[in-house]
């Protein structure tokens, strides 16, 4: 079965990463967690203290999908971007494992 990674970049305006931080735990992260998101890991970059990186992990696209549906992604993005310098980035990759790539090499 397929699994998936969400990933949110955003730079947060000086002064407002915590409350961007908080905006992101509630709008998205605990409502995806009670859709089947299995993992959410945020990151800040060390040369750049106001860029974030949020990840969600999905073991299944279903679930990742149905989620994406309930979620008012663009009412979220336009009240998330109060608390950012740029526009926020997402993309969803879909997770490779060690086995499918030796897979494609041994075909």
Same mark, same amino acid.
């Given at each position: 079965? $397929?699994?998936? =990674?969400?990933?949110?970049?955003?730079?947060?305006?000086?002064?407002?990463?915590?409350?961007?931080? =908080?905006?992101?735990?509630? +709008? !998205?992260?605990? +409502?995806?967690?009670?859709?089947?998101?299995?993992?959410?890991?945020?990151?800040? $970059?060390? %040369? $750049?203290?106001?860029?974030?990186?949020?990840?969600?992990?999905?073991? %299944? &696209?279903?679930l990742l999908h149905k989620y994406q549906s309930q979620a008012n992604w663009e009412a979220a993005q336009r009240e998330l971007t109060q !608390?950012?310098? =740029?526009?926020? &980035? &997402?993309?969803?990759?879909?997770?490779? $494992? +060690?086995?499918?790539?030796? =897979?494609?090499?041994?075909?």
């Amino acid at each position: 079965m $397929d699994k998936f =990674q969400v990933v949110f970049s955003l730079h947060f305006k000086k002064g407002m990463e915590h409350q961007g931080m =908080q905006f992101v735990e509630n +709008k !998205y992260a605990k +409502k995806a967690i009670e859709s089947g998101l299995q993992e959410f890991r945020a990151w800040q $970059d060390i %040369n $750049d203290p106001s860029h974030y990186i949020f990840t969600g992990h999905w073991n %299944n &696209k279903e679930l990742l999908h149905k989620y994406q549906s309930q979620a008012n992604w663009e009412a979220a993005q336009r009240e998330l971007t109060q !608390y950012c310098s =740029q526009p926020p &980035k &997402k993309a969803i990759y879909k997770i490779l $494992d +060690k086995a499918q790539g030796q =897979q494609r090499r041994a075909a």
